[in-house]
Nanobody, 125 residues
Framework: QVQLVESGGGLVQPGGSLRLSCAAS????????MGWFRQAPGKEREFVAA????????GYADFVKGRFTISTDNTKNMLYLQMNSLKPEDTAVYYC??????????????????WGQGTQVTVSS
């Protein structure tokens, strides 16, 4: 089993920045890929970014390319999402997720085995 706990969400003005963190514990050596998803009210959960647990081959949704950066620190079992140039449409609950097997695409929620409880990000003036 793996436990994931997100932190770092909050209220930020448009154009601002936030850094989300996800602490992983348990059988982390079994993990293959970690990712960030988000879900806005009334919308489906959508892929934001993913990275291999070793910290290589990051991938991003088109709407965050150039603004968000995903990274890992395996020495601390941490996953991060640096979010810059935030827009009101980035408002959502952000979830950390982990896959224990190699996903085919890494963009579908069904490919992930473990989820955090989510952290709210609100972008508003």
């Amino acid at each position: 089993q793996v436990q994931l706990v997100e932190s770092g969400g909050g209220l930020v003005q448009p154009g601002g920045s936030l850094r989300l963190s996800c602490a992983a514990s348990g059988h982390t050596l079994s993990l293959y890929v970690m990712g960030w998803f988000r879900q806005a009210p009334g919308k489906e959960r959508e892929f934001v970014a993913a990275i291999s647990y070793s910290g290589t081959t990051p991938g991003y949704a088109d709407f965050v390319k150039g603004r968000f950066t995903i990274s890992t620190d395996n020495t601390k079992n941490m996953l991060y999402l640096q979010m810059n140039s935030l827009k009101p449409e980035d408002t959502a609950v952000y979830y950390c997720a982990a896959a224990a097997t190699r996903p085919r695409t890494a963009v579908r929620p069904s490919e992930y085995d473990y989820w955090g409880q989510g952290t709210q990000v609100t972008v508003s003036s």
